[in-house]
């Protein structure tokens, strides 16, 4: 089974993301973020990219079998998202505030939570989110979806 088909496991990534965020993140960008920082190496692909080193001593590595379907598993991501997010704010670990958009961020509960995550894989993750986050915070929404669409057909490109 692949941790990313176990909710709980989602939404422990969701709740480090909105941590490292430390500011309210609307649906959309909360799932690119999310996604980018499960596969940072779609973002810092190429060999001189400064975040590169960074990120593979943090384990993660793009011969990794998830590299293979990013567009398949950000599809999937996606179908999960609403309702990952329904469960937190049910949960009392986010709060959902409609400011033109819908925009998510951790309650008291929920910093609490992730601040008490220390799985090797949480410590990575994070690492990612912030480079995730620093490139792409101040990126328009329209930037970010084209974005998008050019990290993940290269990557099927690269299987041809």
């Known amino acids: 089974m692949n941790p990313d088909d176990v909710s709980v496991f989602r939404q422990a990534r969701l709740l480090l993301l909105l941590a490292t965020a430390a500011e309210p993140v609307d649906a959309e960008r ?3 973020y999310d996604f980018l920082a499960a596969h940072p190496l779609l973002l810092a692909r190429a060999d001189t990219d400064p975040d590169r080193t960074a990120l593979r001593l943090a384990g993660f590595d793009d011969r990794a079998v998830a590299y293979a379907s990013p567009a398949q598993r950000w599809v999937t991501a996606q179908q999960h998202l609403a309702r990952d997010l329904t469960e937190l704010v049910a949960r009392g670990l986010v709060r959902a505030a ?11 509960e929920g910093a609490a939570m992730a601040a008490g995550f220390t799985a090797m894989y949480a410590h990575s993750y994070i690492t990612a989110a912030r480079v995730v986050i620093r490139r792409l915070r101040r990126v328009s929404g329209r930037k970010l979806r084209e974005g998008l669409r050019q990290w993940l057909l290269p990557a099927l490109k690269d299987l041809a």
């Open 30 to 32: 909360l799932g690119v």
């Open 98 to 108: 409609a400011t033109g958009r819908v925009t998510y961020h951790l309650t008291p």
